[in-house]
């Protein structure tokens, strides 16, 4: 079974400086994807990045980057120059190549100071 | 697009009670899911269709527990007999389908408390 484990509950950061929060992941496939979502106070989750485990390349999406790591099965996320809108909770997940459920971590809370 | 949406958005009842969720997912996507996730908690998954069929369901998604999507387009979440454990938000979520990696669109959810 696989699991996904966030060590962070909560982490702050100061306006326009960087952060990055923790991801750790357990499967035995070989075939895998990997997300960070964001949940902000609205509830909607939204994709923030994504990482397909064949790629050795790490994903980038304007400010948001991931170091993937996949012999530690590692999955971070880094935000730079982070903004107040990016307070939220953000979710790391994996799933499966070829099944269709999800599997979150427990969240990390994210706090941005002016 | 006009997004996921979900209703009721709040829902309050009594232990015993049956409540039912309904979700419209995004109207070209053919794959839709749901999900429960408790305060503090990361979503867990419960079941998924593609169309109106209903693929996979979790082991969490116990006998009191029911999901349909007919006609493969909105769908409803049934809860017999709520019980104080099933207090949680439900959250729904479609997708056109993919290799795997494909992103999955988010309603904002209904938060179910059971008194």
């Known amino acids: 079974a696989q699991t996904v484990t966030q060590s962070q509950p909560e982490m702050s950061v100061q306006e326009a400086e960087t952060v990055t929060l923790s991801c750790t992941y357990d499967t035995s496939e070989s075939d895998y994807y990997l997300f960070w979502y964001k949940q902000p106070p609205s509830r909607q989750m939204i994709l923030v990045i994504r990482q397909e485990a064949y790629k050795q390349q790490n994903a980038t999406e304007n400010r948001f980057s991931v170091n993937f790591q996949k012999a530690a099965k590692s999955f971070s996320l880094k935000i730079s120059d982070s903004q107040l809108g990016d307070a939220a909770m953000y979710f790391c997940a994996c799933r499966i190549q070829g099944a269709q459920k999800l599997v979150f971590g427990q969240g990390t809370r994210l706090t941005i100071n002016p | 697009d006009t997004g996921v949406s979900q209703d009721p958005r709040h829902k309050i009842t009594k232990r015993g009670q049956n409540v039912t969720f309904r979700c419209d997912p995004i109207?070209?996507?053919?794959?839709l899911y749901w999900y429960r996730q408790t305060l503090g908690q990361g979503p867990e998954f419960l079941t998924y269709f593609q169309n109106e069929a209903q693929l996979e369901k979790s082991r969490l998604l116990s006998d009191r527990f029911s999901a349909e999507r007919p006609k493969g387009s909105f769908s409803t979440l049934e809860i017999q007999r709520t019980e104080q454990g099933d207090s949680a938000m439900y959250l729904c979520a479609s997708s056109s389908g993919g290799q795997g990696n494909e992103k999955l669109f988010f309603g904002s959810g209904t938060q179910l408390s059971v008194l």
């Open positions: 109207s070209e996507h053919n794959r």
